[in-house]
């Protein structure tokens, strides 16, 4: 009995009675090789411990660096005017989201051929290794760094070198430069990194860039926003350089899903072969342009996490604390006793990343940084635990 499966198929007769018809259980289709070795993502998230805390106490969601508050009024108020309007959802997005790419070029300073809008920068991503990656090809990162893009790389079955610093948080320019060669198909890095928050020297990209010009160097820049640093005036020098960005930081767009790219022309032909021009939804390309025309209530958000990482600098140097403030909108804290300082803090309704087994960051906690209100309360709460 445990070797049978059954479905529902409708019997011969005249009460067309639905009856069992017994499939004898087949070996499942193996999956491609490279994915073979890969382990399934287990995402770890606090959203269901969260909703299950009794209603109107305060928590703190720290661990996946999104915003810590909602996006501009100008999102909301758009979402439902394009709701309202004869364009119904039943209608496919408007293909290659052009008034969102428009509205980049403005944001960017690059022209919308070097522009490219992704479900996400994940999407980004992933886009990039299916359309340039195939089986041997070499691959160097930095770590560590964000473990995505490596999954995404080794789907393809490219062989990824990954490169170790001395400490987690410097940008190790020299062991980078050691691991490369001509032949490396794709160098990936994050600026600010994640999960460390360093911030790459934008005249240390442009020289990779030029002593590397068969490699394509994607720099990640989801947490742009907060470091103000960028290489995008980049994209328009050098043919091997793509800038991927999201809008699930500072923007406060976490659950839309959208992001973009910027590279040559040549590149975003060469993505648009598989790009799907639908691949964003239509709520998501609205919330985003609607966001984009409110770069006052941005700066005012990247202002209150500046002011927050203050607050957070002056309490740990007062508890003797090994923390890092970075530059993007989260803190790095190594502790003594990582899984009781974890459980204090869920106690306390503060839900924090545990990063500690990346390399580097053994005993290390992840916190995103949110409004100055809300970091005042959460001291009061990390007071009781540090």
């Known amino acids: 009995m445990s070797s049978l499966n059954y479905r529902l198929r409708a019997k011969k007769s005249e009460d067309n009675a639905p009856a069992l018809r017994e499939v004898r259980a087949r070996k499942a289709i193996e999956v491609a090789p490279a994915v073979q070795a890969l382990t399934p993502y287990i995402a770890v998230t606090s959203q269901a411990a969260i909703e299950a805390r009794p209603n109107g106490e ?14 501009s009024p100008r999102v909301h108020e758009a979402i439902l005017a394009h709701l309202s309007s004869h364009r119904d959802l039943n209608w496919y997005p408007q ?3 052009t008034d969102l790419v428009d509205a980049l070029q403005k944001y960017t300073g690059v ?30 990162a930095p770590v560590p760094t964000y473990n995505h893009f490596l999954v995404f790389a080794e789907s393809r079955g490219a062989d990824i070198t990954r490169v170790c610093a001395d400490t987690a948080f410097t940008s190790n320019i020299e062991g980078i430069r050691d691991a490369m060669s001509q032949d490396t198909r ?12 360093v911030v790459l020297d934008p005249k240390d990209v442009e020289a990779l860039c030029q002593d590397y ?12 926003e907060f470091s103000q640093v960028t290489g995008m005036p980049l994209v328009r020098e050098y043919p091997n350089l793509i800038v991927t960005r999201t809008f699930s930081k500072a923007f406060g767009l ?6 973009y790219l910027a590279a040559d022309p040549r590149i975003i032909e060469g993505l648009s072969r598989i790009y799907n021009p639908k691949s964003v939804n239509a709520l998501g390309q609205v919330a985003a342009v609607a966001a984009l025309s409110d770069l006052d209530y941005l700066n005012d958000f990247l202002a209150e996490v500046r002011a927050s990482k203050e607050l957070l600098r002056e309490f740990f140097a007062s508890k003797n604390a090994d923390a890092q403030i970075t530059p993007a909108n989260f803190v790095v804290v ?25 390399p580097g960051l053994k005993d290390c906690l992840r916190m995103s940084v949110g409004t100055v209100e809300q970091t005042e309360k959460l001291i009061e709460r990390l007071a009781e635990v540090f």
Do not use: M
């Open 58 to 71: 305060t928590t703190f969601k720290l661990d996946w660096n999104e915003s810590t508050i909602a996006p």
């Open 95 to 97: 293909l290659g989201s």
């Open 111 to 140: 022209s919308g051929e070097h522009i490219l809008a992704t479900n996400g920068s994940d999407d980004a991503l992933q886009l990039i290794c299916n359309t340039y990656l195939s089986e041997g090809d070499k691959v160097v």
């Open 186 to 197: 794709i160098l990936y890095l994050v600026s600010p990194n994640n999960p460390t928050g």
């Open 213 to 224: 010009p068969e490699t394509l160097i994607i720099l990640d820049e989801a947490y742009f």
């Open 254 to 259: 976490a659950s839309l899903r959208v992001g």
């Open 334 to 358: 190594r502790v003594d006793n990582l899984p009781e300082t974890l459980r204090a803090l869920e106690a306390r309704g503060v839900y924090v990343r545990d990063r500690s087994g990346y």
